[in-house]
């Protein structure tokens, strides 16, 4: 028995993030990993992609309150960081789909 589950209707606002292979040092910036908690991080997702990119989704008022974040290929890729899901949770993401 395959342990795959199907999930067939996702309610909630959508932020896509445009490119393949972006990595967990892009998600959350290694300078915010100090601290022994999660706390906080959800204001430095993209934090240097943000600052570089004006236009970017994560500093888009219309997407504050998204919850689904939609996403090309591999992303969270890289450096096996359990910070960068936590900081997209406390951002407000809920769930990512992705190619």
Not at 12 to 37: E, H, V, W
Not at 71 to 89: I, T, V, W, Y
């Amino acid at each position: 028995m395959s342990d795959v589950r199907v999930i067939g209707h996702i309610v909630g606002t959508a932020i896509p993030i445009r490119g393949n292979n972006i990595d967990t040092d892009r998600i959350i910036p290694a300078r915010f990993l100090k601290s022994i908690t999660f706390d906080g991080l959800g204001d430095h997702v993209f934090e240097d992609d943000r600052q570089s990119m004006p236009n970017h989704p994560f500093s888009n008022e219309s997407y504050v309150g998204a919850s689904i974040l939609l996403a090309n290929e591999n992303f969270g890729s890289g450096s096996s960081r359990e910070h960068a899901p936590q900081a997209l949770k406390r951002w407000g993401i809920d769930a990512c789909v992705g190619e």
